[in-house]
């Protein structure tokens, strides 16, 4: 009885699409092919409290990412091609700003900051269908979204905020992770 089947089939889904639109969660649409995987932030770390697990991605190949904060503080998360680079520009930036009377706050906020993430950012995110440079979850909160490679090489995703490790990043206590992808 195979329309029985598929009529089964249809009627659970739009059950599963009522109760999502009634309990107000967001639906998304999986990307062909896409590879699911969780993660989870603590201080300072993915999926624990140092550096975070090797990716492994081919090109093309899209992975949909859930961040779970598990930590006290705000993380992110951030794709760069240079890490070492990335968090050397941020620290003489601090510094400069430092040296010209800017506050811990200020710095935080700046644009020339901004401007470093901007500049580094390798691969951009889709979260809730916009691209984004980088995606932020406060503690307890989490977000999905999807990032695709284009070229093989190594990457990282990085955490490069301030909170509770100013003047140093949270990258800097560790918290990133290499992704390796293959052509
Ligand atoms: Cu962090």
Redesign the pocket.
């Known amino acids: 009885m195979r329309t029985l089947g598929l009529s089964r089939v249809a009627l659970v889904a739009m059950v599963v699409v009522a109760i999502v639109a009634v309990s107000g969660l967001s639906v998304f649409i999986l990307a062909p092919g896409a590879r699911t995987l969780r993660l989870e932030?603590f201080?300072?770390g993915f999926d624990g409290h140092f550096g975070g697990p090797t990716l492994r991605v081919k090109v093309g190949e899209t992975l949909r990412i859930t961040l779970v904060n598990r930590?006290g503080?705000?993380?992110?998360f951030m794709v760069v091609r240079d890490v070492n680079e990335f968090l050397e520009q941020i620290q003489l930036k601090v510094r400069e700003l430092q040296a010209k009377g800017l506050k811990e706050e200020q710095i935080k906020t700046s644009e020339e900051i901004e401007e470093i993430h901007e500049n580094f950012v390798a691969v951009k995110l889709m979260v809730g269908g916009k691209e984004s440079m980088e995606v932020e979850v406060d503690r307890g909160e989490t977000a999905q979204f999807e990032v695709t490679f284009r070229a093989p090489g190594t990457f990282y995703y990085v955490?490069?905020?301030f909170?509770a490790t100013f003047p140093s990043?949270?990258?800097d206590r560790g918290?990133y992770g290499t992704i390796i992808v293959e052509a």
């Open positions: 932030a201080e300072f930590g503080i705000e993380h992110e955490c490069a905020e909170e990043t949270h990258a918290m």
